[in-house]
């Protein structure tokens, strides 16, 4: 990432943080609801752009793996942000803390992950235990985002457009993030499964 990206990616993502905190403020779900698809599938279209972007040009399959779980990773974190400011700013929800932690901690795992397999791009390395762990994490992660994602539209007790409990922001939240990581993941299994032998 150049710095132009990374200060490009700061706006954006502070931009959709103060609009989130505002929607909350205002008891505006659909406002919420917008800025959370906004944000969270930017991300995930951005990483699956790159992605083809380093394949198309012959790239290692260490960075282009680095790359996805890079905006895997900011998915979590924006997530994670949008929960804590929320709900220290705006709202009280006795969950809230349970839940920014587990999306920061593994918004952090996933950085961390982007970081191992670029370093190993950079020194012309393919490490396929790395790439194997990453694919089975990978599986884990799509998975587990269709099930909130049914789990959310099933559950009779959680609100998107009421205001009357206080995790409808949350649920707003859990809802887009599932989505764009369900479609970041998907794309790149889908597309590793195609470039393997």
Same mark, same amino acid.
């Given at each position: 990432m150049t710095v132009h990206t990374i200060i490009g990616w @700061? $706006?954006?993502l502070g931009l959709g943080l103060a609009a989130a905190v505002y929607s909350a403020q205002a008891q505006e779900p659909v406002a919420l609801l917008a800025t959370t698809a906004f944000v969270s599938l930017l991300l995930a279209a951005v990483g699956v752009n790159?992605?083809?972007s380093l394949t198309r040009a012959g790239a290692k399959?260490?960075?282009i793996e680095a790359t996805t779980a890079?905006?895997? @990773? $900011?998915?979590w974190l924006w997530g994670g942000a949008a929960l804590i400011l929320i709900y220290t700013l705006v709202m009280y929800w006795r969950e809230w803390s349970h839940f920014s932690a587990a999306f920061v901690g593994v918004g952090l795992l996933c950085?961390?992950?982007s970081w191992?397999?670029?370093k190993d791009a950079a020194q012309g390395r393919e490490d396929e235990t790395m790439l194997k762990i990453g694919r089975y994490l990978g599986i884990g992660q799509l998975v587990g985002m269709i099930v909130t994602m049914i789990g959310l539209g099933i559950d009779p007790n959680k609100e998107f457009l009421y205001t009357r409990k206080a995790?409808?922001?949350g649920n707003a939240i859990f809802l887009f993030g599932a989505l764009g990581l369900a479609v970041i993941s998907a794309h790149a299994l889908i597309d590793a499964r195609q470039k393997s032998p």
């Open positions: @700061g $706006l954006v790159e992605r083809r399959r260490s960075l890079r905006y895997m @990773g $900011l998915i950085l961390g992950f191992m397999l670029s995790d409808w922001a």
